[in-house]
């Protein structure tokens, strides 16, 4: 569902920064806090302009205080709100985790539909930035573990604006990772206005009849960039874009046309979200596979520092490795 | 809920009609113990037999609007903000008739259409989302305060920390009541504070701090008042350090053996505010049994409800986790 008319090209930063005004202009309930956000704009320049545009009632600074800041959305919600949560880095949502899982999540549930809390936490996530540990996390399956928290990253700027504006309509709480590699150097064209792209929707990135390739984030250019390499072998490059809800039919339907699927996840490898894939496709895709679910991931290891994060991070060469092995099994 | 005189002071009546409701609660929670000692309630449940004052003090003096967030130690104030008892015991039941459908229990009280945004199993739980909902208030302007509950354990958590400086940084309409009992569980407070006034926790934000006797109804109705018109007129938040006793273990068959008999049988023989509020208003053996048998009587009844409520379906535990 987006708009009839004008594209312009952004990059995915200035397409959530687009979103953010778009929503809150649209909605005087949505608000957006979190640190650095107002007189800054933020640290990666998200949300830099609301502050001036919509007042210090609807983007506001908070102290360094993550379950503070969570914590407090509850409340806003509870009395009509829309809040936008920021999480400056990844790894700084932690302390906000205890608050989606011990309440967030619940709340709706507890109080048999009674309560609805549609709160977004937005976060830049992941590697590749040659920034120090805990700023290059990749959190994402704690949240789609946490019942009644969906889970939504995108890759694009145009999904980065679409995800971003359909978690602030949702009536649920929605957690929403943007690939921080890629900020400002993935650029494409981004529907002017408002734009939603709905959730438990994957994207087919790219078409093909071999193998299938699944990622979310940043790692579908990986993908992308693999299926390049792979120029004798047709790909389906399949984009999750949204972990949970989860479009379990497009995950299938590739499988069924492929039957061979490698999963890329840049998460530490032990019960990542691949891991959950591979379980959907060994219970419901298994006549169709020709051979074994692979997954490409990073380790189970703190992030790296910057002189070796390169060897952590799945690569293209790595998804290639994969994707030669399994054809040819 | 009759609604008491206005300008914080109580007449003779009002002082009865909180030793009726004092009362009731006792007797509420004394009943939750006798069924859980029957092997009819399962655990894990934390009555506040000693703490009832703090509970109808403060609740008698908020007005229509206001919302509170409680503790685990939450049958007072849920009775006290006005649930009703068939509702609340249905609720220990598990039954579908319970103030949360039967999926919240003893520690996850919710009661919305009354002001009442939850218990909470999780100690510190409530402050930051009273912390948020009253600057709602703030930022809409609306003539109501929040209220949160919680114990002088709470106040070793971080979301208490963060909660208090964000509301006096806010200027937010919020009361925050920590009811000291002087036991985080078994451990007592000297043990987990390191200074002896609770509530220099709160000056340290430059929060305004009122102490009061958490045994004398009318000392909590009125320091209560005060807070909740401070905080109304926009004047910032109040931290309210109420000093209490818990009359009881932490749960319900807690043998209590970090505790001396000697100390608990004179707290008892000393600290029970139903018992200050009877001798204050000087109340005949016949007023009391009067009122004590008609609360007894509507204790039973919200036992015979709750068994005879409807039981939540497996199924239906899979519904309401997203919209």
């Known amino acids: ?214 990622a979310y984030g940043s790692m579908v250019a990986v993908c992308e960039a693999a299926a390049d390499a792979l120029d004798d072998v047709s790909v389906d490059v399949l984009d999750i874009r949204s972990l949970k809800p989860l479009d379990e039919e497009a995950l299938l339907v590739s499988a069924a046309k492929t039957g061979r699927v490698v999963i890329v996840q840049e998460a530490p490898r032990t019960c990542g979200f691949a891991a959950e894939l591979a379980a959907i496709l060994a219970e419901k895709a298994i006549l169709d596979l020709r051979g074994p679910v692979l997954r490409v991931t990073g380790y189970d290891v703190p992030y790296p520092y910057w002189q070796i994060e390169d060897a952590y991070m799945p690569s293209a060469k790595r998804v290639i490795a994969a994707a030669r092995r399994l054809l040819d099994f | 809920m009759a609604k008491v005189e206005q300008k914080g002071t109580l007449s003779k009546s009002d002082l009865r009609e909180f030793f009726r409701e004092m009362l009731l609660i006792r007797r509420f929670e004394e009943k939750v ?111 109501r305060v929040g209220v949160a509950f919680f114990g002088d354990g709470a106040t070793n958590i971080g979301t208490f920390h963060e909660s208090l400086n964000l509301a006096q940084l806010w200027q937010v309409p919020a009361v925050f009541v920590c009811e000291n009992n002087h036991w985080a569980e078994s451990t007592p407070s000297w043990q987990h504070m390191p200074i002896e006034d609770i509530s220099q926790r709160a000056v340290a934000y430059g929060m305004k701090a009122v102490k009061v006797d958490g045994q004398d109804v009318e000392a909590v109705y009125k320091a209560a008042r005060r807070a909740l018109e401070h905080a109304r007129g926009g004047k910032g938040p109040v931290f309210l350090a109420v000093n209490t006793f818990r009359l009881v273990g932490h749960y319900i068959g807690d043998p209590q053996v970090y505790r001396s008999k000697e100390e608990l049988e004179e707290t008892r023989a000393t600290q029970d505010p139903i018992e200050h509020l009877r001798t204050k208003l000087e109340m005949s053996a016949d007023e009391v049994e009067e009122i004590d048998s008609e609360v007894k009587e509507i204790v039973e009844g919200a036992v015979e409800f709750a068994k005879n409520g409807t039981d939540p379906k497996p199924e239906d535990a899979l519904k309401n986790i997203y919209a």
């Not at chain 2, 006290?80 to 015991?89: R, S």
């Open chain 1, 1 to 214: 569902m987006s708009c009839e008319g004008h594209l312009a090209e952004r990059s995915i930063v200035e397409a959530i920064n687009d979103c953010l005004h778009v929503e809150l202009e649209r909605d005087s309930s949505v608000m957006v806090l979190g640190e650095d956000v107002g007189r800054s704009g933020g640290v990666f320049r998200a949300t830099a302009g609301l502050r001036d545009r919509f007042g210090p009632d609807r983007c506001f600074d908070t102290p360094l205080a993550e379950a503070g800041i969570l914590g407090t959305a509850v409340g806003l919600c509870m009395a009509g709100w829309r809040p936008v949560c920021e999480m400056q880095y990844d790894a700084f949502s932690y302390p906000c985790l205890d608050q989606l899982i011990t309440h967030v999540g619940r709340y709706r549930w507890r109080t048999g539909g009674k309560m609805e809390f549609p709160i977004v936490v937005r976060m830049p996530y992941g590697g590749g930035v040659r920034a120090p540990e805990l700023h290059d996390d990749s959190p994402e399956t704690y949240y789609v573990h946490t019942p009644g928290v969906k889970v939504a990253i995108p890759s694009t700027p145009a999904d980065a604006k679409g995800i971003l504006a359909a978690a602030i309509r949702d009536p649920d709480p929605v957690v929403v990772l943007e690939p921080k590699l890629h900020y400002r150097t993935s650029k494409g064209d981004v529907p002017d206005g408002e734009h939603v792209v709905p959730l438990g929707k994957a994207r087919l990135a790219r078409e093909g009849e071999d193998l299938t390739l699944v």
């Open chain 2, 33 to 143: 113990e006798e069924r859980f000692r029957a092997g009819e309630l399962p655990g894990f449940l934390h009555v506040a037999i000693g703490q009832e004052a703090v509970a109808v003090g403060v609740c008698r003096a908020l007005e229509e609007g206001d919302i509170i967030a409680s503790t685990h130690r939450a049958h007072g104030h849920t009775l006290a903000k006005g649930t009703t008892p068939n509702e609340l015991m249905a609720e220990l039941y598990g039954k579908m008739e319970g103030c949360s459908h039967g999926y919240g229990g003893s520690m996850h009280l919710y009661d919305i259409e009354r002001g009442n945004m939850g218990a909470n199993a999780v100690v510190g739980g409530g402050l930051p989302a009273i912390t948020g909902a009253a600057l709602s208030f703030k930022l809409r302007g609306e003539p």
